[in-house]
T-cell receptor, first 115, second 115 residues
Framework: AQSVTQLGSHVSVSEGALVLLRCNYS??????LFWYVQYPNQGLQLLLK??????LVKGINGFEAEFKKSETSFHLTKPSAHMSDAAEYFC?????????????FGSGTRLQVQP | DAGITQSPRHKVTETGTPVTLRCHQT?????MYWYRQDPGHGLRLIHY???????DKGEVSDGYSVSRSKTEDFLLTLESATSSQTSVYFC??????????????FGPGTRLTVT
């Protein structure tokens, strides 16, 4: 079985500062990993995904994430925060070993951007 | 836009009443999912479907049933709603990703309140 841990339920940064949202996973097989963003009262939007092609993955809105197998981590970063980045972010891992293609989600990190 | 709609978008119902939520997709993808979102828990899988009349349970399936009589529609039923089923419900589809693997796309959600 797989699981995801997101460290920090709330993160606050200043506009223009580095954004770092942490995600650690547990999986019995090489994972697919995803980051989603959710704006208030909306559904989830895919930011980026890791399959196996490259360990540094670039996504939309200037976000990127690095897969580190030795640390079982997939942290999300953005060099310079913008006010529009304020949202909740979810890390998720796929269950490739069951064939369901379902995702197991972390509990989410709410990002606040201060002016 | 993944072409996923959910209805209703908001519903208030009383304890003990049956409730059916509908998910509709426009692109005939095989895999469909129902998740519920609760604070501190991220999203959790209720049921999923891998084809017409082919469904299976997820991690939090107690009190829920599903049906899929057409490729485009996936219904979630609460047979007798309880207050613990107050939540936001998301439908998702799995589609082949760009490059390797697959991706999940989510509908806008249904906010259900059981009083």
């Amino acid at each position: 079985a797989q699981s995801v841990t997101q460290l920090g339920s709330h993160v606050s940064v200043s506009e223009g500062a580095l954004v770092l949202l942490r995600c650690n996973y547990s999986s019995s097989v090489p994972p697919y990993l995803f980051w989603y963003v959710q704006y208030p009262n909306q559904g989830l939007q895919l930011l980026l995904k890791y399959t196996s092609a490259a360990t540094l993955v670039k996504g939309i809105n200037g976000f990127e994430a690095e897969f580190k197998k030795s640390e079982t981590s997939f942290h999300l970063t953005k060099p310079s925060a913008h006010m529009s980045d304020a949202a909740e972010y979810f890390c998720a891992v796929s269950d490739l070993d069951t064939g369901r293609r379902a995702l197991t989600f972390g509990s989410g990190t709410r990002l606040q951007v201060q002016p | 836009d993944a072409g996923i709609t959910q209805s209703p978008r908001h519903k208030v119902t009383e304890t003990g009443t049956p409730v059916t939520l509908r998910c509709h997709q426009t692109e005939n993808h095989r895999y469909m999912y129902w998740y519920r979102q609760d604070p501190g828990h991220g999203l959790r899988l209720i049921h999923y479907s891998y084809g017409v009349k082919d469904t299976d349970k997820g991690e939090v399936s107690d009190g829920y049933s599903v049906s899929r009589s057409k490729t485009e529609d996936f219904l979630l039923t609460l047979e007798s709603a309880t207050s613990s089923q107050t939540s936001v419900y998301f439908c998702a589809i799995s589609v082949p990703g760009t490059g390797e693997g697959y991706e999940q796309y989510f509908g806008p959600g249904t906010r259900l309140t059981v009083t």
